[in-house]
Structures are given as C-alpha cells and as structure tokens.
C-alpha cells in the first residue's frame, strides 16, 4: 500500500513539474520565433532597399525635360535646337535626343572623370549617395549573417551595429539628395532647362530616379527599428504567465 501511495506521488510531482516546464517555456519559444520572423522580414527589407538604392544611384533620370511637355516649343524652336527636347541628368549620366530621333545616355566626361560632373554641388551628391549606399549594402551583408547565428549576445551585437550603420546611411543618403538641388544653376542645366536655380528646375522637371532614390531613404528609416526585434531571443525574456 505504501509503495503504491509513494509510487502516485511521484507521478503526480512529475506530471507537475512538466506543466511547470511547458508553462515556462511555450511563450518563450513563442517569442524566439516571433523575433525570428521580424529578423527575416529586417533582412528582405534591407536586401530590397539595397537594390533600389542602387538603382535609384545609376539612373539617369533625376532632372528630366520631356518631349511631350514642350511640344509647343518644339515647333517654334530652331532646327539646330530640336535634339534639346528631351533630356534627362542623373548623379553620373546624362541622356538627350539626337537629331536622327535616337535616345542616347552618356557619362559626364566619360568614365573615371569624377571632377567632370557639371556641378560640385552633384560631386557631393554623388559622394554622400554613393558612400549611404555603400553603408547600406554592408549592413545587409550583416544582417543576412545573423540569419545563420545561433541566439545570443553575439547575434545581439550584430544586429545593434547592423542597425547603426542603417541610421547613419540615412542620414548620409539624405544629406545626398538634399545637396543634389543646388546643382540645378550650372551652366549646363540651363542650357537644356532655361531659367532654372537652386531648387528650381526651370523648364525641367523631377524625374523618377530622383523619386525612388527618396521613398528609398524613407523606408530606410524604418530599418533600425527592426533590427532592435530581430534577434531571435531578448536580454530578458519575460514569460506571459508572468504579465498575467
């Protein structure tokens, strides 16, 4: 009899201490694999602003003059000025409509000429812009690391310097795009786009380029946010029984 009393004891203390465990430990595995999913969404989105950094960066269609916007003046301009209706300017290419209809791009003063760039004011750009992107691109790199990382404080600090680095190339990026304006009063841009200044593109307008390379550093903003969940465990995970 007493062996059979000590023998449902011990069942009972056992079947205890696993409610115990699962009671602990379901909403802390719940929370490594919430963390993992933010983790895995930090990296894509990063890995997606990268490549639209990018080709926001090597896109010439910053400050474009259309054709059918001007087809007014095409007609009252100059035979000799008919390949000025359509052009297009970007960080480090520039694109016009020669005479026989064809849409050509050109860099500015050809490749590995950097003090070409029409402007200082567009060099800065091209410097900040260049340099964010860069930033950008090696946070990714680490961000894709963490992936494979096993939880801990290892993991942590990759992604807090990870998010670092995303804070500062917005602030690069965008210091970039802020510069890129003031390069509107060369002497080059005027002659395709008129009275244009500082701000004011004159006859030209905003391209897309000049667009996406904006909603690019928007949504890069939203980057260091998530690389503060992303790490698959927290410092101090707090059970949800706990909060209770």
């Not at 926001?56 to 008919?82: C, E, G, M, T």
């Not at 359509?86 to 290419?93: C, I, Q």
């Amino acid at each position: 009899m007493h062996s059979l009393l000590g023998r449902e004891k011990k069942e009972e203390a056992g079947f205890g201490i696993d409610l115990g465990l699962s009671a602990g430990f379901l909403p802390l595995h719940g929370a490594a694999t919430m963390f993992s999913c933010v983790g895995c969404f930090w990296v894509l989105l990063s890995s997606a602003l990268v490549a639209v950094c990018s080709f926001s960066f090597i896109s010439p269609a910053w400050i474009v003059k259309d054709q059918l916007r001007n087809h007014l003046h095409h007609q009252q301009q100059p035979q000799h000025l008919n390949n000025k209706d359509s052009v297009s300017f970007g960080l480090l290419w520039h694109c016009s409509e020669s005479l026989d209809h064809m849409y050509r791009c050109y860099t500015f003063g050809g490749l590995g000429k950097f003090s070409e760039i029409p402007s200082s004011s567009w060099q800065t750009s091209a410097v900040l812009c260049s340099g964010g992107c860069a930033l950008l691109a090696v946070s990714s790199l680490l961000a894709i690391i963490t992936i494979f990382l096993p939880s801990g404080g290892c993991e942590r600090r990759i992604c807090t310097l990870a998010g670092y680095m995303q804070m500062a190339s917005v602030f690069i990026m965008a210091a970039g795009l802020l510069v890129y304006p003031f390069g509107l009063n060369s002497s080059l841009v005027r002659t395709f786009c008129g009275n244009s200044d500082i701000y004011y593109a004159g006859e030209c307008q905003i391209g897309w380029g000049y667009m996406l390379a904006i909603v690019g550093v928007m949504l890069t903003v939203f980057l260091p946010f998530f690389a503060k969940y992303a790490p698959k465990e927290q410092l101090s995970p707090t059970p949800l029984p706990t909060l209770l």
